[in-house]
């Protein structure tokens, strides 16, 4: 069993000194368990006690290798976003630190860059799913039909289909979303009932880039009652019905999924003279 000799906290996890210096003025650590599943990173949670004697938990997560600074430092810019703009659903996120080869965060999260402003959600978009497919040829290799299909998607079907909501005096008003936002990634407190949200891939979109994580078959949310419900919260933008889906894990099935949706999207919209309206 691991524990930090200095502090006597005890559990499963080795608890770092640097981070108890973060912690609320008045809180001690009394415990610390592995805690949560991820892919890319340790995820535990400190049981404490704070200055009025409460229980109180804060959940911590480690990232090892060069990737580690940059997605906390994204991940905790992110989420204290979304806790100023939305704190009765955001849990306050606390500083990331590094700590020799191993970087530390208190929050359930997993982010990616969050890239630069740009005026036009249409070039945003863009430069997002050319970087996604960027990224996939260097770890995946290229891949002649997915090559054609990404790069009649980015000239062709993205000014169609995603420009017309920036064309004729239309325009798109940045939302802040957090960007993977799916059934694992929110919670529900046992004692309280308050539903909270976490592992933030936090950015300014269009709010429908929300949903499109909704479509992908591993996941619950998948079913169109949610959707539904979310339109009532949303007037639908024009066209209605498109949705552009990501392929994010790696693999060949997820790669042909990509590919399937790509061409389907080009079948429909890759004409200049397509429907826009269906």
Known sequence: MDTTSDNKVTGNMILYDEVLTVLPEGVKAVSVEEYGDSLWSQTGRINAMDANSTQTS????????????????????????????????????????????????????????????????????????KGLWELDSKVNGH?????????????????????????????????????????SNIGTDADTGNIYIFDASAYYAHNEMEIGIWTVDHHEMQDKVYRQAYAKQFRKRVPKEAIVRQGVPKGADARQGALNDLQDLIAKYGDEHADLSK
């Open 58 to 129: 804060y959940f911590l997560k480690y990232v090892s290798d060069e990737h580690g600074e940059p997605q906390l430092e994204g991940e905790y810019t992110g989420m204290l976003e979304l806790y100023n703009t939305a704190p009765q659903i955001t849990p306050k996120p606390h500083p990331f630190l590094q700590l020799g080869n191993l970087a530390s965060i208190f929050q359930l999260m997993t982010v990616r860059n969050l890239g630069q402003w740009d005026d036009s959600w249409t070039s945003c978009f863009a430069r997002l799913l």
């Open 143 to 183: 891949w002649d039909e997915l090559d054609t299909a990404m790069e009649n998607t980015l000239t062709k079907v993205i000014p169609r289909l995603i420009g017309i909501l920036e064309r004729d005096g239309r325009s798109i008003k940045p939302c802040l979303i957090h960007g993977d936002f799916w059934e």
